[in-house]
């Protein structure tokens, strides 16, 4: 019973170094307005986020969800510096709504690199129902926020376009992006 106060801002301050935001610029189908006559193709912006789970000797490799990346004619990364660079896909899974991206070590400056991290991974087999939960990302693409939560349940089956798929539920607050 009570009022109880939750910090996570050190665990924040440690994984965001690792968090980056992701802008996506997707070609718009150019409408057609009579004969012979053809309208401007324009581009739709999308946000979302990404953290950073490796690099290699040229590049450094980002996971974030495929509707994030999908149909992008051009990605940008913006690190905790605030400094942006552009990102090409690695792959993707439709099923897991996950995708890869990556983006240079030549094209990051030193400035950047010193500011980032490479994400310590978990492994969710050891998640227990009720332990807390950190949701960081670009909500509605105005940049990082922070909330907290539970784990509510795990194993939960989720049926998206015919494809069933193992869930963490959890309570924490995750807006579009």
Partial sequence: EGTYVIDVSEVVENVMPSIVAITSK????????????????????????????????????????????????????????????????KGASSSKDIAIISIPLSSIDEETLKSIKIATIGSSNDLKVGQGVIAIGNALGYGQSVTTGVISALNREVTIDNITTNMIQTDAAINGG
């Fill in 26 to 89: 997707t070609l718009v189908k150019s409408g057609y307005y009579g004969p012979g006559y053809f309208g401007n193709s324009q581009y739709a912006t999308g946000a979302g986020s990404g953290i950073i789970i490796s690099q290699t000797d040229t590049e450094l490799l980002i996971l974030t969800n495929k509707h994030v990346i999908e149909d992008a004619e051009q990605l940008s990364v913006k690190f905790i510096n605030d400094k942006s660079v552009d990102a090409t896909v």
